[in-house]
């Protein structure tokens, strides 16, 4: 029996023509609301006071800035009640929610900028949403349960065939067996009380990318239409403020899009107000499936509360030869995007024209060739290391050097695109001096409810690459734990394929940014995570590696409102807040 609470709370964000984060095109603002975003939370206590806190957002993506703002807040409001370690901070990744939320330069590139006011509505609803479920805590029975999709439900589909058949552990499939290459399986926890199922937490990945960049609304996309049907029908069972959360698994190479023979067609036929539709009925698969399953109790959750999570620079490090395949010198590198990132996915989100894809390939491969070349013995090594590390990708942007091609960010000219002037403006003011393009050192998190672990990854890791890691964090507990993993956590590290995936440079490999050994970096931290949680708290290694604090002159630089002066003949900015809010040392 624990002590269980819920609530959630809206994210308020009024559309203002800012552009939304996920498919990485100007063109896709937001100037209306569709549906309300939420932030839902579910607090799990035991009787000695052990506290874990879920919070799941409607949005595209975690980043530090909302994990580290949303920690202080908690800290100074519930004092030593609440520990960092043991805050859950997810996303649904809905492509249809606000940008402009991180600290880091690049993603927020669309946006254009860094927009205060939405990270503060974000923290907001996180705060509020985790407060009021503390206030409703009583007794609760807490009980996971596992529900299969059919084969014939069109609820996902592998969109990197070709990636996924390279993987020698896998029963390769035809084109016509894409939605057999993903897992079908959801996992779930069932909240009871008095016997009667009052919240849901499920995890299944699937993109949350029914809703296209043509549209121009805030809106949950699948997982909150999933999220909000669960809570009618619980409503109309008579449950008071119900709580269902749809969180994300393995996700990366997983579409809601139909793929296969004629798949461009078929997408192509589903547009405009077919595209709610489409993204309702995905959602209500999802919550069907869910509250079938937790119909019946399953296996009761009992036992302690544990949880771990490191700061870890993914840009360093070293991997062993039993994650690298035999090899003894495998490295991690800086992030690094490649030309198949700028190509996007040809169902869900289309990037570059093909003509300019091979263009970006073969600039690519002329800049490694001169890099190569042993001109300067000590840049020789530098990038001899980073290429290894990066394997066959097609280096477009290194986000180490902050160079595309090579050349300085500014190199290209501004009427090219509106995202290559927007980075000049940045550039231009100043505002990318010391800050990080994309971040390098990620959370990584694993926690345990009884015999229940969980990995909390930050990454979008594809449907192989979280079998394996999950594979890897099993090997280190007993038989009888269970081990599941949720995805879009705390923060956002691009993607994470198997190392043969990686190969075929499809815009998964193109996008996982630390190199081709990306997936053997989490399974040697994350190996090392298990091992730390089967210690007693005492006896923990501490570790500390936390992000530097973001240059509050540059961040000021990059908000919108810079922008919008700057655009307006004005260089006023206005002043951010940001404190570092996450204890210094390994988390415990």
């Known amino acids: 029996m624990y002590l269980v609470g819920w609530d959630k709370q809206e994210i308020y964000i009024q559309p203002k023509g800012l552009a939304m984060f996920g498919y990485g095109t100007w063109k896709h603002r937001a100037y209306d609301k569709r549906t309300a975003l939420f932030a839902r939370s579910i607090c799990i206590q035991t009787l000695d006071n052990d506290l874990l806190i879920f919070c799941c957002l409607d949005m595209g993506c975690v980043t530090y800035a909302m994990r580290s703002l949303a920690v202080q807040h908690l800290q100074h409001k519930l004092g030593e009640r609440f520990q ?48 009021k479920a503390l206030a409703t805590q009583k007794k609760t029975d807490i009980y996971m349960s596992k529900g299969c999709f059919d084969e014939d439900t069109p609820v996902a589909w592998n969109r990197a065939l070709d990636s996924y058949n390279r993987n020698p552990d896998i029963s390769r499939k035809n084109p016509e067996q894409c939605h057999l ?45 999933a999220a909000t049907c669960a809570e ?67 296996t009761p959750l009992v036992g302690e509360l544990e949880a771990v999570c490191s700061y870890v620079d993914l840009s360093n490090i070293e991997i062993p030869a039993e994650f690298a395949m035999g090899q003894t010198q495998a490295k991690t590198s800086a992030a690094c995007h490649g030309a198949a990132f700028f190509a996007g996915t040809p169902v869900d989100g289309a990037g570059v024209a093909q003509p300019i894809m091979k263009a970006m390939q073969w600039l690519a491969q002329r800049e490694k060739k001169k890099k190569l070349r042993k001109t300067h013995a000590a840049d020789y090594s530098d990038y001899q290391a980073l290429y290894e590390s990066q394997g066959p990708k097609d280096i477009v942007l290194d986000c180490g ?69 999950k594979a890897t964090v099993q090997h280190c507990l007993a038989d009888n734990q269970k081990v ?72 000021e630089k990059r908000t919108y409102q810079a922008y919008s002066n700057n ?7 206005f002043h951010v807040k940001h404190e570092h809010s996450e204890n210094k040392g390994m988390e415990l």
């Not at 990995?455 to 979008?460: I, V």
Request: some cysteine; glycine content about 8%.
């Open 401 to 469: 050097s902050k160079t595309i091609f090579g050349k300085a960010l500014t190199h290209y000219p501004k009427f090219l695109d509106r995202l290559i002037a927007e980075m000049h403006r940045q550039v231009s003011a100043g505002a990318i001096e010391q800050s990080l393009l994309v971040p390098n050192i990620m959370p990584l998190q694993l926690i345990k409810i009884g015999h229940l672990n969980i990995l909390c990854c930050p990454g979008e890791i594809t449907t192989v690459a979280a079998k394996r890691l």
């Open 84 to 131: 960092a370690q043991r805050f859950i901070l997810m996303a649904t990744h809905t492509h249809s929610a606000p940008g402009g939320c991180g600290y880091e330069a690049l993603y927020n590139m669309p946006t254009p900028g860094f927009v205060p006011e939405h990270l503060n509505a974000v923290v907001d609803a996180i705060v509020s949403s985790v407060i």
């Open 567 to 573: 655009k307006n003949g004005s260089a006023k900015v």
């Open 232 to 298: 009618r029908v619980l409503q109309q069972r008579g449950v008071k403020n119900p709580v269902a959360i749809f969180a994300q698994a393995a996700a990366g190479d997983v579409s809601p899009h139909y793929h296969g023979p004629e798949q461009s067609q078929i997408r192509a036929s589903i547009c405009g107000e077919k595209e709610y539709e489409y993204a309702q009925q995905n959602g209500r698969y999802q919550s069907e499936l869910a509250l079938k399953a937790l119909e019946h109790h399953s």
């Open 484 to 555: 599941w993993l949720a995805s879009y956590c705390n923060d956002y590290m691009g993607y994470v394929t198997t190392y043969e995936e990686y190969q075929q440079q499809a815009y998964e490999g193109g996008h996982t940014l630390y190199g081709q050994w990306t997936l053997a970096a989490l399974q040697t931290k994350f190996q090392y995570l298990a091992q730390q949680l089967n210690l007693p708290a005492a006896q923990r290694d501490a570790q500390t590696d936390l992000p530097p604090d973001v240059p509050q002159h540059e961040l």
């Open 181 to 225: 290459a993903v897992d079908r399986d959801m996992q779930l926890l069932g909240f009871y009380r008095e016997g009667a199922l009052q919240a849901v937490l499920s995890l299944f990945g699937v993109h949350a990318t029914c809703l296209s960049s043509r549209l121009s609304a805030h809106d949950g996309d699948n997982k909150g239409y």
